[in-house]
Structure formats: C-alpha cells, structure tokens
C-alpha cells in the first residue's frame, strides 16, 4: 500500500500544476493576499518531493526553493496552518533559505484536496516579525479555499468523465457534500445501474469488439440525460455503471422509476446477440443527507443493484438484512487470516467415534472450532464454506493438520493411541507436495502413519484430476487411509467407488436421523452398508443420536458410529475425562 507522501505526490503529478506557465487566475489571488495582509510576499507554493515550486508569486523572483526547512513543507506535513512570528526566532527555520534573503514573518494556510491530501500552501510573507490575528488566519483559509477551488476549476480535478461527459462519482461526493449542507437530514433515493452483469464483461468484448462496450456507454449516457426527472442528477460511476441521485419521494415511485430505467436500457442492445448480453440492474438505496457519506451511499447502492440481478425484473430496494449478510461474509473473510496466526482464536475439538460391535472409541474426528474476539463463536458452517472458495483454504487445512498432529502426538505420549479423523479440501488435492509435506509431518512428530485418517467430500474426490489422484495414491500406499465424507450426498453415479483410494465411507447424518422412524431410510442405509462392504469399503453412520438408531444401524452391519449419543464434540482435555469413564 503506498504510504501518504506518495499518494499526496501522485495527486500533485496528476494535476498537471508543476512547472507550468503563470496563470492570471492565480495571480490574482496572491495579489488579493499581499494586499490584505499588507505584506510584500504572497505565494501560492506547492511541495513536490524535493522542493517548493511557486505556481503563483507576489514579491518574489525565484520560482523554487528547496523544500528541506521549508515552512511551506511543513505545512504539507501537518496539513495545517503554520505561523512563524519570527523566522529568526526559529530553531527550525533560523537558518533556513528563507531566513537567509531577509524573511522574518511567515503565516501559511494548507492546500487541501477533497480526498486529504495537502498540495501545498497559500502563503504570506514579511521582513518584519508580526503577529496574526483569528481574522487574519480565517482569511487565509479562505485564500487557500480559493486557490483549491480554482485547482479544480482548471483541472476538473476528475470530476468528468471523458467516455460519457457525465459527471463522475469525485462529483458526485462533492454533490452530496454541498447537498447535506444545504439539505442536513433531507431524503434522497441513489438508483445504481449495472448495464452488464461484470462477468459478462469479457464475453461482450469478445464477440462483439472491445469498442461495443464504450459505444454502449456513451448511448446509455445519452439516454439516461434525455429522460432525466427534474430535480435529478445522473452520474458516470465506472464503465456501463451509472448513478442516478433522485429528489425525495415514496419507495414505490423510486421503484417505478427504476423499471423504466432499466426497460429503456435494455432496448438500446443492438441485435439479439447484444439483447443476450446486455442484463441491466437498478438498485434503489434510500438515505438521508448527511448521514452517510459518498462511499457508503455508493456501496449500499451497489449492493442494492447485485441483489437485483438475482430478481427476475433486475430491480431492487436496498435490503438492510442482505446487507449485513454480506458484511458479515466479508468480516469473517477479512478477519479469518489473522486468526490463523492467533494462539486464542482457532482451536480443535474432537467427537469421538466408537465400534458398534464393542462399543469402545476407537477415533476421533477433528472438528475446527473459531471464537472470533468481537462476534464470538462462529459456526465451522457458517466460515469453512467461505474460506474453502479462497487462498485461505490451504492455510486453514496446514493448520488443522498442524494442530491435529501435535495433539495426536501429545495423546500418544500419554498412552492414548486413537487414530484422528481430519478434513481435507479439494484444493489441498491440487497441492502437488500435500502428501510428501504430510508424510514429513507425521515423521516429525514421530507418528505412523495410522495416526490420521483424512476426510473428504465425494465432490471434492470426484472433481479432481490426476494430480489429486496421485496424491491419494501415494498416500494410500504409504498406509495413510481415506474416507468419504458425508456419503450419499454429492453423485447419483457410484462408479466412482471402484477407482478411488478410499477405505472408510461415512453415511451423511440426513440418511441417519430419522432411521428409525422411515423405513425408505433404513432401506438406503442398509444398500449402502452391504455394497459399502461388497466394495471393501468400512462403513462409519454419522449424526447418531438415540439408541434405537444405534441399535438399528448395528443390526444392518454398521462398523462404527459418530454422534451426541455418544458424545458432541469435546476439548482435549474433556474428551480425555469422556474416554476414562466411557459412554
């Protein structure tokens, strides 16, 4: 992330303002300055990264100085006003440039953008000490306002868009800013329009041509301006998205208006390959001046306009549930990698799993657990699905591997030699070192290879390739064993039994619960027990809660069972006292 210096100098470069010709504009202001304050110097200095460079002078014929013991630096540095009364007096400045050609008096006030970076000073300067009155500061603001309004004047500082003409959202911001001043509290509707869904982007560009996306923009533009309401303003956003800021009226008008939005969009599409392509989305975000700001009217907006592709008319209202649905999302993904370094957030349970002929443990299966420190505990439901879509899902596994190996080792010391159950992505199979790397752990913390057992889903078996094949089979034939997670869920086609180097199936708890209540169920369990058998495959029933389903699933030849009539998942230390006193 670039720090502020160098954003404060990008926004500097991009004005285009260093070593350019003197302008009337600004003379004028520093003219203004001197005479107000009745003293021979006034500047207008902007701060590059080495020196001050006057774009404006009054009493002055250099046009730079060097920017090291600069008053005007630490201006930018402050991003406040800066009053010397006696440059001699100094220890900063007695000695600097400016104290050296005769300056004793120097008051300057910052050049803000509206994005927080200080270009500069507008500035004052005297051969004589002085003081400065609380007029004489606010004036001096007010000079630098000037200078800053001028910038943007000038330079647009960004506030059109050069594909439509439309205003863009730096306008926008400004917009609401003056808005909220002149209306605090007023109601307003911001209607985002998405004119192609964004990954459909490259399909448009590539079967209609890179420049049919810009000519549909500058059309969109067009028509959006010439069936603009009064009192509403349009502005260009990004490429193909749009904002409308409409005047305060009831949900149902915003809404109404919408659909005509997104209806009169969706006629400008070409042909029907362009009809095809082109799905416009209007989301419509109520808010109130002032109390959100630019960035937030715009996210919700947004958010309003994604949820709308998902509606069948493409418009839809700002939903504050949704919204915090997706947030939360976001924070946990946001939050998750540095619980991944945390000592206290991450920890493992384990559930124990017992023979249904003995009834002894003989495993258990490692379950992650996450106590975030500000939401509490999180449901592995609600984050593992989440972290499995990203980079995230191979540090997850490392450290479950890692943690589950360290406590299997810890167990074995204490004479406990169960064998741990850990799940495993479909992304660890990609690893093309997952079970050399796996291997060398359970070597290094001196465990065989009976240790673990891995678990994974049948989709996350079925939809990998050769390399996941590989590594299955090395693992497989280093007498690491594998087991299907949650069976009977993910593939019609059992084909897939025959190839896989799996030993364990584990029958999903939605075929367990009620067992013993459907006898649909008991007769799909019990197929899957003796072709499970048949295969050579051991059958392990998950979500076992009552005895009669235990008792049931014995009775059809079920090798070992998981479930809270046994025992829920459990800490370390409480799974110990569980295996001492048994079930």
Same mark, same amino acid.
């Given at each position: 992330?670039?720090?502020?210096?160098?954003?404060?100098?990008?926004?500097?470069?991009?004005?285009?303002?260093?070593?350019?010709?003197?302008?009337?504009?600004?003379?004028?202001?520093?003219?203004?300055?001197?005479?107000?304050?009745?003293?021979?110097?006034?500047?207008?200095? %902007?701060?590059?990264?080495?020196?001050?460079?006057?774009?404006?002078?009054?009493?002055?014929?250099?046009?730079?100085?060097?920017?090291?013991?600069?008053?005007?630096?630490?201006?930018?540095?402050?991003?406040?006003?800066?009053?010397?009364?006696?440059?001699?007096?100094?220890?900063?400045?007695?000695?600097?440039?400016?104290?050296?050609?005769?300056?004793?008096?120097?008051?300057?006030?910052?050049?803000?953008?509206?994005?927080?970076?200080?270009?500069?000073?507008?500035?004052?300067?005297?051969?004589?000490?002085?003081?400065?009155?609380?007029?004489?500061?606010?004036?001096?603001?007010?000079?630098?306002?000037?200078?800053?309004?001028?910038?943007?004047?000038?330079?647009?500082?960004?506030?059109?868009?050069?594909?439509?003409?439309?205003?863009?959202?730096?306008?926008?911001?400004?917009?609401?800013?003056?808005?909220?001043?002149?209306?605090?509290?007023?109601?307003?509707?911001?209607?985002?329009?998405?004119?192609?869904?964004?990954?459909?982007?490259?399909?448009?560009?590539?079967?209609?041509?890179?420049?049919?996306?810009?000519?549909?923009?500058?059309?969109?533009?067009?028509?959006?301006?010439?069936?603009?309401?009064?009192?509403?303003?349009?502005?260009?956003?990004?490429?193909?998205?749009?904002?409308?800021?409409?005047?305060?009226?009831?949900?149902?008008?915003? %809404?109404?208006?919408?659909?005509?939005?997104?209806?009169?969009?969706?006629?400008?599409?070409?042909?029907?390959?362009?009809?095809?392509?082109?799905?416009?989305?209007?989301?419509?975000?109520?808010?109130?001046?002032?109390?959100?700001?630019?960035?937030?009217?715009?996210?919700?907006?947004?958010?309003?306009?994604?949820?709308?592709?998902?509606?069948?008319?493409?418009?839809?209202?700002?939903?504050?549930?949704?919204?915090?649905?997706?947030?939360?999302?976001?924070?946990?993904?946001?939050?998750?990698?540095?619980?991944?370094?945390?000592?206290?957030?991450?920890?493992?349970?384990?559930?124990?799993?017992?023979?249904?002929?003995?009834?002894?443990?003989?495993?258990?299966?490692?379950?992650?657990?996450?106590?975030?420190?500000?939401?509490?505990?999180?449901?592995?439901?609600?984050?593992?699905?989440?972290?499995?879509?990203?980079?995230?899902?191979?540090?997850?596994?490392?450290?479950?591997?890692?943690?589950? %190996?360290?406590?299997?080792?810890?167990?074995?010391?204490?004479?406990?030699?169960?064998?741990?159950?850990?799940?495993?992505?479909?992304?660890?199979?990609?690893?093309?070192?997952?079970?050399?790397?796996?291997?060398?752990?359970?070597?290094?913390?001196?465990?065989?290879?009976?240790?673990?057992?891995?678990?994974?889903?049948?989709?996350?078996?079925?939809?990998?390739?050769?390399?996941?094949?590989?590594?299955?089979?090395?693992?497989?034939?280093?007498?690491?064993?594998?087991?299907?997670?949650?069976?009977?869920?993910?593939?019609?086609?059992?084909?897939?039994?025959?190839?896989?180097?799996?030993?364990?199936?584990?029958?999903?708890?939605?075929?367990?619960?009620?067992?013993?209540?459907?006898?649909?169920?008991?007769?799909?369990?019990?197929?899957?027990?003796?072709?499970?058998?048949?295969?050579?495959?051991?059958?392990?029933?998950?979500?076992?809660?009552?005895?009669?389903?235990?008792?049931?699933?014995?009775?059809?030849?079920?090798?070992?069972?998981?479930?809270?009539?046994?025992?829920?998942?459990?800490?370390?230390?409480?799974?110990?006292?569980?295996?001492?006193?048994?079930?």
């Amino acid at each position: 992330m670039m720090s502020y210096e160098q954003q404060r100098l990008l926004a500097l470069k991009q004005l285009n303002l260093l070593d350019t010709p003197p302008s009337e504009s600004f003379d004028r202001i520093t003219r203004m300055a001197s005479q107000l304050f009745n003293l021979p110097i006034a500047a207008v200095s %902007l701060t590059d990264h080495d020196r001050q460079w006057f774009k404006s002078r009054v009493g002055v014929d250099h046009c730079e100085i060097p920017r090291l013991k600069a008053c005007c630096g630490e201006v930018a540095d402050l991003s406040d006003m800066l009053v010397v009364n006696d440059l001699l007096e100094s220890d900063v400045y007695r000695e600097s440039v400016l104290a050296e050609s005769g300056i004793r008096f120097y008051a300057g006030a910052p050049l803000l953008t509206r994005d927080g970076f200080t270009l500069g000073a507008m500035c004052v300067l005297g051969n004589e000490p002085r003081q400065i009155s609380d007029q004489e500061r606010a004036a001096l603001r007010d000079l630098a306002s000037m200078v800053m309004a001028q910038i943007e004047m000038q330079h647009a500082f960004g506030r059109i868009d050069p594909l439509t003409g439309l205003p863009n959202r730096s306008q926008f911001a400004e917009d609401l800013e003056d808005l909220a001043r002149d209306e605090p509290g007023g109601d307003r509707f911001a209607l985002f329009t998405d004119l192609i869904d964004l990954a459909q982007i490259t399909a448009v560009q590539r079967t209609l041509g890179p420049t049919f996306v810009d000519t549909l923009a500058r059309s969109a533009a067009l028509h959006l301006q010439l069936s603009l309401p009064g009192g509403a303003r349009i502005y260009s956003v990004s490429p193909c998205q749009f904002v409308h800021l409409l005047p305060s009226s009831d949900e149902h008008a915003a %809404l109404a208006f919408a659909s005509r939005v997104r209806e009169g969009l969706a006629g400008l599409a070409p042909d029907e390959t362009a009809a095809m392509l082109i799905r416009p989305a209007v989301g419509v975000a109520p808010f109130r001046l002032g109390e959100a700001n630019a960035e937030s009217v715009l996210r919700i907006a947004h958010g309003a306009c994604q949820d709308a592709r998902q509606d069948e008319t493409g418009v839809g209202l700002y939903s504050s549930e949704l919204d915090a649905c997706h947030r939360r999302r976001f924070t946990l993904l946001r939050d998750f990698r540095a619980a991944l370094a945390s000592p206290s957030q991450l920890r493992l349970d384990y559930q124990p799993r017992v023979a249904m002929a003995t009834g002894a443990c003989v495993g258990v299966e490692a379950l992650i657990r996450w106590e975030h420190p500000a939401l509490g505990a999180i449901s592995p439901a609600e984050f593992i699905p989440l972290v499995e879509q990203t980079q995230l899902a191979r540090p997850l596994t490392a450290w479950v591997i890692r943690a589950a %190996l360290e406590q299997a080792a810890t167990w074995r010391r204490s004479g406990i030699g169960l064998c741990i159950s850990i799940n495993i992505t479909a992304a660890n199979l990609e690893e093309e070192d997952f079970a050399v790397r796996l291997l060398g752990a359970l070597d290094e913390h001196g465990l065989p290879v009976t240790a673990i057992e891995l678990e994974l889903t049948e989709s996350a078996l079925i939809s990998n390739g050769p390399l996941a094949r590989r590594q299955l089979g090395l693992l497989a034939a280093a007498g690491v064993r594998a087991a299907i997670d949650d069976f009977g869920t993910g593939y019609s086609s059992l084909s897939y039994l025959q190839e896989i180097a799996a030993q364990v199936v584990k029958i999903d708890r939605s075929f367990i619960m009620r067992l013993s209540e459907q006898a649909r169920s008991q007769t799909l369990v019990r197929s899957m027990v003796t072709m499970a058998h048949d295969l050579g495959y051991s059958v392990v029933a998950e979500g076992v809660e009552t005895q009669a389903v235990y008792d049931l699933l014995r009775s059809l030849g079920c090798d070992e069972a998981q479930g809270y009539l046994m025992s829920p998942p459990l800490r370390a230390h409480l799974f110990e006292d569980w295996l001492a006193t048994g079930w």
